[in-house]
T-cell receptor
């Protein structure tokens, strides 16, 4: 079982819809990242959070440390939001606490 | 340009050939990471440098793979005797410290024929 699970794997939405992508993890973490990857491979870091909630423009990320769960929300979705969204965690201790463990990503397609 | 850069962006090679990729991190970042991403999967950790020291290598990194960061600045990743299974996107990231976010480069897409 992957340490980081994302759902859904694929998501198609109409422009303007509110979108939620979920991430669950099984290890103790010091930080969780939400990343955006466009076709062609480049990865952009959207958020890094260890508690609570962060907001940037139309994007909101929340994390519940006790439940080992995070969500990424996109309000008023737009076709340019179409990308793969990846959740990644950094373990809180032990070997590998400096490296990220990634989910498989959620492919979002926003249709005009 | 203040971001992480990687060169080349694309590489097509024949099985058995050696390839070398380069990553230039953000200048003040002392930590550098290499990841590999195959189609439909999330990235997987390969190796990590703090300054010029390679502190960890994943079991994914076979003997055919070697990475260096000789002066604590740019890094190279070499794959010897490439195999078709090496075809992937190779991503480099850097950070200024353990608690800081990682900034990713555009990746090098390797295709082994």
């Amino acid at each position: 079982k992957n340490e980081v699970e994302q759902s859904p794997q694929n998501l198609t939405a109409q422009e303007g819809e509110f979108i939620t992508i979920n991430c669950s993890y099984s290890v103790g973490i010091s930080a969780l990242h939400w990343l955006q990857q466009h076709p062609g491979g480049g990865i952009v870091s959207l958020f890094m959070l260890s508690s609570g909630k962060k907001k940037h423009g139309r994007l909101i990320a929340t994390i519940n440390i006790q439940e080992k769960h995070s969500s990424l929300h996109i309000t008023a979705s737009h076709p340019r939001d179409s990308a793969v969204y990846i959740c990644a965690v950094r373990p809180s201790s032990g070997a590998g606490s400096y490296q990220l463990t990634f989910g498989k990503g959620t492919k979002l397609s926003v249709i005009p | 340009d203040t971001g992480v850069s990687q060169d080349p962006r694309h590489k097509i090679t024949k099985r058995g050939q050696n390839v070398t990729f380069r990553c230039d991190p953000i200048s003040e970042h002392n930590r550098l990471y290499w990841y590999r991403q195959t189609l439909g999967q999330g990235p997987e950790f390969l190796t990590y440098f703090q300054n010029e020291a390679q502190l960890e290598k994943s079991r994914l990194l076979s003997d055919r793979f070697s990475a260096e960061r000789p002066k604590g600045s740019f890094s190279t990743l070499e794959i010897q005797r490439t195999e078709q299974g090496d075809s992937a996107m190779y991503l480099c990231a850097s950070s200024v410290g353990k608690g800081a976010g990682q900034f990713f480069g555009p990746g090098t897409r390797l295709t082994v024929l």
